[in-house]
């Protein structure tokens, strides 16, 4: 069965930094990998998805990229904000979707 | 603009109660699934559903059904609510899965408690 891993669980960075967010998963058979933004209390907003042909893709402050045969995808946020503070959480999608349980960001202003 | 929409976003209901927890989305979406998400835990599939009447267990079905009468609405049954079954209920929506671009939608998540 599929295993996802996001390391570290938590973490806490000044305003401004850049940071990297990992996710590493076991079974490189995938169709794609997604990332997710989460507020408390509230659903999964989709950020990025990256075929599993592709090797990154890009959002405004945000950059995702995949590794496939080593089953590692990271996310990178460019001058971290207070408002990227937030639980952010990947997904493989398979034959099914396999989740993390995420990594939850603190952006110190 | 895509929407996976959870009818309650906060219901508190006592043991033995039945529950229901509806979801609608709007996208035409073939696949629906209703995940539970705890601490430490993450998210955890329930059940899961690919065309209208079909369902399928996900990891964690003991203690719930579902029923999938139409294409856009996906129901989450608890017959009878136990305390360990506090929780956030997740609903989300995809194409076929077994394609490669597609997207998984989420609702804004239900907050069940039972006492």
Redesign the interface.
């Given at each position: 069965k599929q295993e996802v891993t996001q390391i570290p669980a938590a973490l806490s960075v000044p305003e401004g930094e850049n940071l990297v967010l990992n996710c590493s998963f076991t079974d490189s058979a995938i169709?794609?990998l997604?990332w997710?933004r989460q507020d408390p209390?509230?659903?999964?907003?989709?950020l990025l998805?990256i075929?599993?042909?592709q090797r990154e893709q890009t959002s405004g402050r945000l950059n995702a990229s995949l590794d496939k045969s080593s089953g590692r995808s990271t996310l990178y946020i460019a001058a971290s904000q207070p408002g990227d503070s937030a639980t952010y959480?990947c997904?493989v999608?398979g034959?099914?979707?396999y989740?993390?349980?995420?990594t939850s960001l603190t952006v110190i202003p | 603009d895509v929407k996976v929409t959870q009818s309650s976003r906060y219901l508190v209901k006592r043991t033995g109660e039945k529950v229901f927890l509806e979801c609608v989305q709007d996208m035409d979406h073939e696949n629906m699934f209703w995940y539970r998400q705890d601490p430490g835990l993450g998210l955890r599939l329930i059940y899961f559903s690919y065309d209208v009447k079909m369902k399928e267990k996900g990891d964690i079905p003991e203690g719930y059904s579902v029923s999938r009468e139409k294409k856009e609405r996906f129901s989450l049954i608890l017959e009878s609510a136990s305390t360990n079954q506090t929780s956030m209920y997740l609903c989300a929506s995809s194409t076929f899965a077994l394609s490669s671009g597609n997207t998984i939608y989420f609702g804004e998540g239900s907050w069940l408690t039972v006492v």
């Open positions: 169709y794609n997604q997710f209390g509230k659903g999964l907003t989709s998805l075929q599993s042909s959480l997904a999608n034959n099914q979707f989740f993390g349980t995420g | -």
